[in-house]
């Protein structure tokens, strides 16, 4: 709550520099998956892979649980909608909104399949199946307890 009010204020009194809050949260967000990606590929860690047949699958795989899996997806690329409505005010609208999606949309897709590459590189199949916090688990392997 007190997170909302204090953006709520700044945004308020000043609309830039809640913009430049959110390139710098954003930039964080990266480099904490960049960090990830980094210290999985150092050589000389430990890798634990284990053969998929530890795990079980569903007898029937149904239609209800491929769509329930699906409402994620959907919400993680919200927002593209709004390109439309931003592009008045972006400089150079006809060049920079493509290139933005892009370049953006590559990243995103870059940094998600090379970390769960890791993901799946470092703990193995049932690990990661077991674990709730992958990322957790990873950084632990790699860093320690201090790390997780």
């Known amino acids: 709550m007190t997170v909302i009010i204090v953006v709520t204020a700044i945004n308020y009194f000043a609309v830039k520099a809640v913009g430049r809050l959110q390139i710098v949260l954003t930039a964080l967000k990266v480099i904490g998956l960049a960090a990830i990606v980094i210290l999985g590929l150092v050589p000389g860690r430990v890798i634990t892979l284990e053969p998929a047949a530890s795990l079980s699958a569903p007898p029937h795989p149904s239609i209800e649980a491929f ?46 399949v090379l970390t769960n590459w890791i993901y799946f590189h470092i703990l193995g199949l049932s690990a990661v199946a077991q674990s709730q916090h992958v990322a957790s688990g990873v950084l632990t392997v790699l860093l320690g307890v201090w790390g997780g």
């Open 67 to 112: 769509l329930t899996a699906l409402v994620p997806v959907m919400l993680a690329y919200n927002g593209f909608q709004w390109l439309g409505n931003v592009g008045g005010e972006i400089v150079n609208p006809r060049t920079n909104l493509p290139r933005a999606a892009i370049l953006g949309t590559a990243l995103v897709i870059t940094l998600y």
